[in-house]
């Protein structure tokens, strides 16, 4: 099949922070040596921000360095944060940590509440300025690559294609899009950021990447319960004490609330479920107290990377590298990325305009993009809280202290703690307790599919599913006899489910149109049977304001 193909200089997969701030940077850089450079951004939801998921707690200290009159062009940042909370959770009651005990790195004075999609879409509007090509709805499915193996770019998928494979009257072949230089920005556990790192040993040497999930509602609460500005985190209860996770809290403007629990998918327990977690500490007192008497607006979720320091892989590759949280630039006990994210954008577009400008038609590797970052101050802040993340494989109380020690000594501890693979963690059932949720009460506690409603998510249903397993058989043979079937629990979209058929046997059922594109089937499955890949593009949610 021929398809069509078009040339630019770079190419960038992905518009989130990274990848946007990697436009951007090159365009002004082109503007500024007068130089003309072509910059394209593929993104594969229906609009830009469609799948930004976080929190967010946003520290402008990259988008100072990127767009120093942000405030006077108008970005998205009208809630600056007044107060912070950190609470540990009993089951009725909390605790609350004075705040000179928090270490500096922990405190969140001159940082915004934000909507990260909405700034987002405020950064598209500022490349776009300047003269880069965004094109939402367009997933890139493959790369390509040279005759001599360097990255050439890549292809968007076929659109029309039936779920048995066949075309429909609607098909249309995907595009190439080919470049200099290709910037993979796909955010945590992307599927083409995870073929380069196989195709190219991008990880070798460096210790897995580990993951989180996170969970998040936005609500509409009581005017007399808002106070914009307060941020407000809790760890504890209900998770027990080898479980790491903890919630936020985040009062923005217009009485808007984005309430959210993140776990940590290294997780023992197959019973335990995400999505149930994230319902039953919404009733605590503490939490409680906000959410009563408003409103749910909107849900998703997204795995998130927690592996830090020790776990960046190989940033470059012939004809290419790999920004923002497709490397994994996150701080966890900061519960921040999106500055560190920018700037790898930043940092990648100052390497690829350098060499674009020598002359190089992309056979020079971006080295530079590497030095820079480990001279950065992203690296100093990811070195400091080494060891934050992983201390908590021996509990809470453990975990704890050595996490403190860390933060309040910024990093001295003489050594570097690795990470186990998530999906090597979980229990057989046999060794395991189960865990009996409550059924929820459609005010305060919701279920799975009435929560994939309000997050607009969207898919064709006939075309092929985009959640593959490797062998068919692993679902109910493996993972049904010893781990009860994990996935039925583990995702928080109801994608998974066991069905009997008309003898009686037991069958997987993959409702592939639940996808909420959080990749975590990809990350846990105990034996990396489920192979997430893009859907057609503009499929997925279509968060608003998340």
């Known amino acids: 099949m021929q398809r069509e193909s078009m040339e630019y200089d770079v190419v960038v997969v992905g518009a989130g922070p990274a990848g946007l701030a990697a436009a951007i940077r090159l365009k002004q850089l082109a503007a500024k040596q007068n130089n003309e450079i072509s910059v394209t951004v593929l993104e594969k939801g229906a609009e830009v921000g469609a799948h930004i998921l976080s929190g967010a707690v946003f520290e402008p200290r990259a988008l100072d360095e990127l767009i120093p009159d942000w405030k006077e062009k108008g970005a998205p940042l009208e809630t600056p944060v007044i107060e912070d909370v950190f609470l540990f959770l009993k089951s009725a009651s909390a605790f609350k940590l004075p705040n000179f005990l928090l270490p500096p790195q922990m405190h969140n004075k001159g940082n915004f509440i934000v909507s990260l999609g909405n700034l987002c879409r405020w ?3 500022q490349a776009e300025e300047l003269g880069v090509e965004i094109y939402p709805g367009f997933a890139a499915k493959e790369v390509l690559y040279h005759e001599d193996g360097r990255v050439k ?34 955010g945590a556990r992307g599927s083409l950021s995870q073929a380069l790192m196989a195709q190219y040993n991008l990880r070798e040497g460096v210790q897995p990447q580990t993951y989180g999930i996170g969970i998040k509602e936005l609500w509409q609460i009581d005017k007399a319960k808002h106070r914009a500005g307060l941020v407000q985190h809790s760890f504890g209860w209900p998770l027990d ?63 998130i990377n927690e592996g830090g320091l020790q776990s960046i892989p190989k940033l470059t590759f012939p004809g290419g590298a790999l920004i923002g949280c497709s490397a994994g630039f996150l701080n ?28 190089s038609d992309g056979k020079a590797e971006l080295t530079g993009y590497t030095k820079a970052m480990h001279h950065s101050w992203t690296f100093k802040e990811l070195r400091e809280v ?13 975990g704890t202290l050595i996490s403190g020690f860390e933060l309040w000594t910024r990093g001295l501890l003489p050594w570097t703690l690795g990470h186990h693979e998530d999906h090597k963690n979980l229990k057989f059932v046999r060794n395991s307790r189960r865990i009996d949720y409550p059924k929820p009460d459609g005010a ?18 006939d075309q092929p599913v985009h959640l593959q397993l490797k062998d068919a058989e ?28 008309a003898n009686g046997s037991p069958r997987l059922q993959i409702n592939a149109q639940n996808c909420v594109h959080c990749k975590t089937c990809d990350i846990k499955d105990p034996t990396q049977n489920i192979h997430w890949t893009v859907p057609e593009g503009g499929g997925g949610p279509n968060y608003p304001n998340m």
């Open 444 to 461: 305060l506690t919701f279920d799975k599919l009435s929560s994939v409603f309000i997050s607009n998510t969207n898919h064709e249903e």
């Open 123 to 125: 950064l598209a509007a």
């Open 241 to 303: 004490s080898k479980t790491y996770g903890g919630t936020f809290l985040y009062h923005l403007e217009e009485d808007l609330v984005a309430f959210g629990l993140v776990i940590a998918l290294d997780y023992q327990n197959p019973y335990l479920s995400p999505f149930e977690e994230f319902q039953r500490v919404k009733t605590h007192p503490s939490i409680a107290r906000y959410l009563k008497g408003g409103t749910r607006v909107a849900y998703g979720a997204r795995a």
């Open 332 to 359: 966890v006990p900061k519960i921040k990325g999106s500055h560190n994210a920018m700037k790898s954008g930043m940092a990648a577009a100052d390497a690829v305009f350098d060499s674009i400008s020598s002359g």
């Open 386 to 398: 080494r060891n934050c993340r992983p201390a908590f494989r021996w509990g809470l109380v453990v």
């Open 153 to 186: 770019g890549v292809a968007t998928g076929d659109m029309g294609i039936a779920k048995d494979g066949s075309e429909k009257k609607s098909f249309e072949p995907g595009i190439e899009l080919h470049a200099k230089y290709t910037l993979f920005a796909e």
């Open 474 to 501: 692993v679902p109910v043979a493996h993972n049904l006899k010893l781990y009860d079937a994990p996935e039925q629990r583990y995702c928080p979209a109801g994608v998974y489910e066991i069905v009997e058929e």
